[in-house]
T-cell receptor, first 112, second 112 residues
Framework: NAGVTQTPKFQVLKTGQSMTLQCAQD?????MSWYRQDPGMGLRLIHY???????DQGEVPNGYNVSRSTTEDFPLRLLSAAPSQTSVYFC???????????FGQGTRLTVV | GENVEQHPSTLSVQEGDSAVIKCTYS??????FPWYKQELGKRPQLIID?????GEKKDQRIAVTLNKTAKHFSLHITETQPEDSAVFFC???????????FGTGTSLTVIP
């Protein structure tokens, strides 16, 4: 049982490049979400999903897309990276009926 | 939407002393208030939580109090130890339970 796994752990992108941050969980959790963590700003919700095929926007969705084709996977796509997207990204999952969020180990993204 | 404020942003205490971190929230619909601890370079992990029908909850050296009328809740750590040094985040959530609004974090340093 690996929990929530994020790949890659580190990534450097050039402005305008695209990439996908991967998130997978093996706990059969219905709820998954993406947060970004910036100094002095805590964790801010980007997008979330309550189940396969269902996604919605969080506090800071601009510049990011998500999809949820399976229960296990919840990738985050940056279509055209900008320096403002330099951050640490965390994926989290929650079992339906529970309230404890399990976080992945994070992806540190730098956009130059 | 919900707005969670957290104070102080940094806190240094001597080993054995107590530490208190305070949060306020804005949305009266919020009814679940978790606290997450993030050690340096690691993922956030749940340490304690409280629901709106409870005023106080304790787990060994940590306790959380909630004042629904004033919309504030606090984390209390007694007999602090160096291994308590970390960043602590408060959060608020409504009945949906899968969208968390986090505070900006408190960096706690326990000085041996």
């Amino acid at each position: 049982n690996a929990g929530v796994t994020q790949t890659p752990k580190f990534q450097v992108l050039k402005t305008g490049q695209s990439m996908t941050l991967q998130c997978a969980q093996d706990m059969n959790h219905e709820y998954m979400s993406w947060y970004r963590q910036d100094p002095g700003m805590g964790l801010r919700l980007i997008h979330y999903s309550v189940g396969a095929g269902i996604t919605d926007q969080g506090e800071v969705p601009n510049g990011y897309n998500v999809s949820r084709s399976t229960t296990e996977d919840f990738p985050l796509r940056l279509l055209s990276a900008a320096p403002s997207q330099t951050s640490v990204y965390f994926c989290a999952s929650i079992r339906q009926g529970s309230t404890e969020a399990f976080f992945g180990q994070g992806t540190r993204l730098t956009v130059v | 939407g919900e707005n969670v404020e957290q104070h102080p942003s940094t806190l240094s205490v001597q080993e054995g002393d107590s530490a208190v971190i305070k949060c306020t929230y804005s949305d009266s619909a919020s009814n679940y208030f978790p606290w997450y601890k993030q050690e340096l370079g690691k993922r956030p992990q749940l340490i304690i939580d409280i629901r709106s029908n409870v005023g106080e909850k304790k787990d060994q050296r940590i306790a959380v109090t909630l004042n629904k009328t004033a919309k504030h809740f606090s984390l209390h750590i007694t007999e602090t130890q160096p291994e308590d040094s970390a960043v602590f985040f408060c959060a608020a959530s409504s009945n949906t339970g899968n969208q968390f609004y986090f505070g900006t974090g408190t960096s706690l340093t326990v000085i041996p």
